[in-house]
């Protein structure tokens, strides 16, 4: 006869996984498949989101996410310029959450040579082995669409972190 206290801790374990798989999306899970987490600083999600998707910092390694930082002064046209502690204080979140943070090791930089610093996430070899041969010039042509920068656009959870075509 099975013992119905053993029945019941095994069910509280089971809750728990259940429970734990839930939350460990939103918790900081990184590059796993087509999941980065998003942005948590505050500052960043507030003054990136402000013109654009603010891109998940495992999307880029540590030297572009510098080079984008230091040049907001032209930042793809526009002036973005911010004040030191801003700029210092989203530059040390997207640095320390980068592709190639010791935390996150993720794929995106794969295939990607080191005295390359892409200001793209379009640029990377990551980025061209998801989508060249899947979707054509024409669907970025698309007014819906507008660039490659408009994740959104075919990535419906993209501003969460998921980047899933299916």
């Known amino acids: 006869m099975t013992n119905p206290r053993y029945f019941l801790i095994g069910a509280g374990v089971a809750a728990a996984i259940a429970a734990a798989a839930i939350v460990l999306p939103a918790a900081g899970v990184r ?15 507030k003054e990136c989101s402000a013109c654009h ?3 998940p910092a495992g999307l880029l390694p540590a030297r572009s996410w510098r080079a984008v930082m230091g040049g907001l002064n032209d930042h793809f046209g526009e002036n973005a310029s911010l004040d030191a502690k801003m700029t210092a204080t989203i530059t040390d979140y997207l640095v320390a959450n980068a592709a190639d943070a010791k935390t996150n090791r993720s794929k995106v930089t794969r295939g990607l040579d080191a005295a390359v610093t892409p200001l793209r996430i379009s640029d990377l070899p990551w980025w061209h082995r998801e989508h060249d041969g899947e979707v054509g010039p024409k669907a970025f042509a698309n007014p819906k669409v507008g660039s490659r920068a408009n994740c959104g656009a075919c990535h419906a959870g993209a501003a969460k972190g998921y980047f899933e075509d299916d």
Do not use: K, Q, R
């Open 31 to 45: 590059a796993e498949g087509d999941f980065f987490a998003p942005v948590a600083e505050p500052t960043t999600l």
């Open 53 to 55: 998707m603010a891109y």
